[in-house]
């Protein structure tokens, strides 16, 4: 015979309920995902711009890392001690992966049509 909590069960797992990972909480000021090292992520990175900047990208470790390196190389972005950064480039790869609906990426230069606007070979400014 079964007892009403085991109906119970059996009921609910026919009716199609599913058990759905609870979200973490976000941060009402940055709005990052409070799970891990997300203190350290909103200690380093909205010194220098917005945190809607960060949670809107998408990106693999790699690709995250490589946002870093270029932030270092063009927009004078300090060095991280290496632990640190790999906690960086671990929280954002986890909170923030690519998305299926993301852009694609970027055509590389050397498939692109030439520029009509930028300056002739001889550096003079185009007619």
């Not at 059996?10 to 940055?30: I, N």
């Amino acid at each position: 015979m079964k007892t009403p909590g085991t109906l119970l069960l059996l009921a609910s797992l026919f009716s199609g309920a599913a058990v759905v990972a609870q979200e973490p909480e976000l941060d009402a000021f940055t709005g990052f995902r409070m799970t891990g090292d997300w203190e350290l992520v909103r200690a380093n990175c909205i010194a220098c711009h917005s945190a809607k900047l960060m949670t809107q990208q998408r990106g693999t470790a790699a690709q995250w890392l490589s946002m870093i390196r270029w932030m270092q190389e063009k927009q004078n972005l300090w060095q991280f001690e290496p632990d640190v950064e790999a906690r960086i480039v671990a929280y954002l790869a986890e909170n923030y992966p690519p998305a299926e609906n993301q852009r694609r990426a970027a055509i590389p230069p050397d498939l692109m049509p030439p520029n009509p606007y930028s300056p002739a070979p001889d550096n003079t400014e185009p007619h």
